[in-house]
């Protein structure tokens, strides 16, 4: 069964500092998604990533997949607060499986 | 216009209860989705339906059962409610998967 792993599970960043959540997947799909959902909230689609070595960035967010290393890492540039929610990505192969999430709270 | 809209949004009822959640999408989509997301924010398919047709039925107990009367509709019956039961049902659509897909606003359950 696809494995889709998330790291860190929790990130406390501060604000207009770099960091970088980690996405690890055990199959050979070439279909990763990035979704982001604030308390209560629906899950908002950040970036969708076809191919490897495809690159995109939104803003203060880039995401980049590597199909061969089955890793996909979402940077976040100079965070601000805003930026606080959870961030899943997910695996496309016959079934949407996502990650189990990155908690991010940015701090002053 | 909410392209996944789902009703009702709160749903609170006692154990051995038989409840539905509705979704409908007016993006034209063909394929419609059920995920539940548990009290730890995991994520989990239940049910797709394409065009109607069940396409991917995950171990769900029995007493989970969708039903998708068009294209543009997939609701969720749920018998004999369990204290389990508790989570965020998601209802999502999507046509092309190169577009990725589109989530509705969620129903929240809590059984009790």
């Known amino acids: 069964e696809l494995k889709v792993e998330q790291n860190p599970l929790f990130l406390s960043m501060q604000e207009g500092k770099n960091y970088t959540i980690y996405c690890n997947y055990s199959?050979?799909?070439?279909?990763l998604y990035w979704y982001r959902q604030d308390p209560g909230k629906s899950l908002e689609s950040l970036f969708v990533?076809?191919?490897?070595?495809a690159v995109k960035q939104e803003g203060r967010l880039m995401a980049s997949l590597d199909t061969k290393a089955r890793l996909s890492t979402l940077h976040i540039t100079a965070a601000v607060h805003d930026l606080s929610a959870t961030y899943f990505c997910?695996?496309?192969?016959?079934?949407?499986?996502f990650g189990a999430g990155t908690t991010v709270t940015v701090r002053a | 216009d909410t392209a996944v809209s789902q009703t009702p949004k709160y749903l609170v009822t006692q154990m051995g209860n038989d409840k539905s959640i509705k979704c409908e999408q007016n993006?034209?989509?063909?394929?419609m989705y059920w995920y539940k997301q548990d009290s730890k924010k995991f994520l989990k398919i239940m049910f797709s339906?394409?065009?109607?047709?069940?396409?991917i039925n995950e171990t769900v107990p029995n007493r989970f059962s969708p039903k998708s009367p068009d294209k543009a509709h997939l609701n969720l019956h749920i018998n004999s409610l369990e204290l389990g039961d508790s989570a965020v049902y998601f209802c999502?659509?999507?046509?092309?998967?190169?577009?990725?897909?589109?989530f509705g606003s969620g129903t929240r359950l809590t059984v009790v």
């Open positions: 997910a695996v496309d192969d016959y079934k949407l499986s």
């Open positions: 339906y394409n065009n109607k047709e069940l396409i």
């Open positions: 990533l076809l191919s490897n070595g």
């Open positions: 999502a659509s999507s046509q092309d998967k190169n577009y990725g897909y589109t």
């Open positions: 199959t050979t799909s070439d279909r």
């Open positions: 993006l034209g989509h063909d394929t």
